[in-house]
């Protein structure tokens, strides 16, 4: 079983609706969490970061972390066909270094005009 | 602000050749982190670099090398080239290390082996 599990989809959705990305883990440890948005052909774009369990909102995206599931979300208000790319979660352990991102292996979506 | 560079964008090499990648930071980053991307495993991480030194070194053989110099830039070498190491070779760079400073990635360096 991989540390850090994400439906790789593809999703599609119309434009203007809100679009959900979900990742789960095992590793109790994980603290730090991240979404990047991966263009084709781009390297990954971060999205969101955050650290412990709560909500973070910037503009049209939100990201949940919930630890006492082991659950992470992104939200996509309004979303946008320059919204249609991969999107991979990613998380940490430990702000002591040493410790390395866990990506999950991403989730295709694309926005329909 | 400039972000990762990576060098050079695509590579073809043939099998049994090594191959340097290139990777400069964005400026005061002193972190270095060095993933490989294929379809199959997705993000991979290979090693980072803090300070010229090695901290963090991920499952990957021997043939794969990396440095970092004192102006943080650094380079990844893979000796003994195979076919399975056709990836997308991407360098990430951090404030410092540890996971409360995120990565910012470069566009990566697209290796293919012949």
């Known amino acids: 079983q991989k540390e850090v599990e994400q439906d790789p989809g593809p999703l599609s959705v119309p434009e203007g609706a809100i679009v959900s990305l979900n990742c789960t883990y095992s590793?109790?440890?994980?603290?730090?969490f991240m979404w990047y948005r991966q263009y084709s052909r781009k390297g990954p774009e971060l999205l969101m970061y955050t650290y412990s369990s709560g909500n973070k909102e910037d503009g049209r995206f939100t990201a949940q972390v919930d630890k006492s599931s082991k659950y992470i979300s992104l939200f996509i208000r309004d979303s946008q066909p320059s919204d249609s790319a991969t999107y991979l979660c990613?998380?940490?352990?430990?702000?002591?270094?040493?410790?390395?991102?866990?990506f999950g292996t991403g989730t295709r979506l694309t926005i329909i005009p | 602000k400039a972000g990762v560079t990576q060098t050079p964008r695509y590579l073809i090499k043939t099998r049994g050749q090594q191959v340097t990648l290139s990777c400069s930071p964005i400026?005061?980053?002193?972190?270095v982190s060095w993933y490989q991307q294929t379809p199959g495993q997705g993000l991979q991480f290979l090693f980072e670099y803090f300070s010229e030194t090695q901290r963090n070194k991920g499952n990957f053989p021997g043939r794969f090398s990396g440095r970092q110099f004192s102006n943080s830039r650094s380079e990844m070498n893979v000796s003994t080239l195979e076919l399975g190491d056709s990836a997308l070779y991407l360098c990430?760079?951090?404030?410092?290390?540890?996971?409360?400073?995120?990565?910012?990635f470069g566009n990566g360096t697209r290796l293919t082996v012949t």
């Open positions: 990613a998380m940490s352990a430990s702000n002591f270094g040493n410790e390395k991102l866990t």
């Open positions: 400026s005061g980053h002193r972190s």
């Open positions: 990430a760079s951090s404030l410092w290390t540890g996971g409360d400073s995120p990565l910012h």
């Open positions: 590793n109790s440890a994980f603290q730090y």
